[in-house]
């Protein structure tokens, strides 16, 4: 199975999401990694893809680009996690089973 540029597994099965941070200089480009919190590949694919999708904000965003760099990694990161609790609470509401997750 293929996975996406953006997912990697951890040694224990489960899922992160991997987004680039925007880098000024073209210095180094960071990551960070959010738990998907599930071992299913089919379940992390659709999570890691609407991260990615609204991960498109964060990319547009010339604005991060002039904050320094552990400013920048806190914003990236409450946000994909806001992001991924409401898309997550939206689909347990609509059907999507509790047990597939870790």
């Not at 073209?26 to 609204?54: F, N, V, W, Y």
């Not at 498109?56 to 680009?65: E, P, Y």
């Not at 002039?66 to 997550?88: A, C």
Request: glycine residues 4%.
């Amino acid at each position: 199975m293929k996975l996406a540029a953006y997912l990697s597994p951890s040694r224990h099965g489960v899922y992160y999401f991997r987004w680039p941070l925007p880098s000024a200089h073209h210095q180094r480009r960071d990551t960070i990694k959010i738990s998907l919190k599930t071992k299913c590949p089919d379940r992390a694919g659709d999570l890691a893809r609407h991260l990615a999708s609204c991960g498109r904000l964060v990319r547009d965003n010339k604005t991060l680009a002039t904050l320094r760099q552990d400013q920048i990694r806190t914003m990236v990161r409450s946000y994909f996690v806001k992001v991924l609790d409401v898309y997550v609470e939206r689909l347990n509401n609509t059907g999507w089973k509790e047990q597939e997750q870790v």
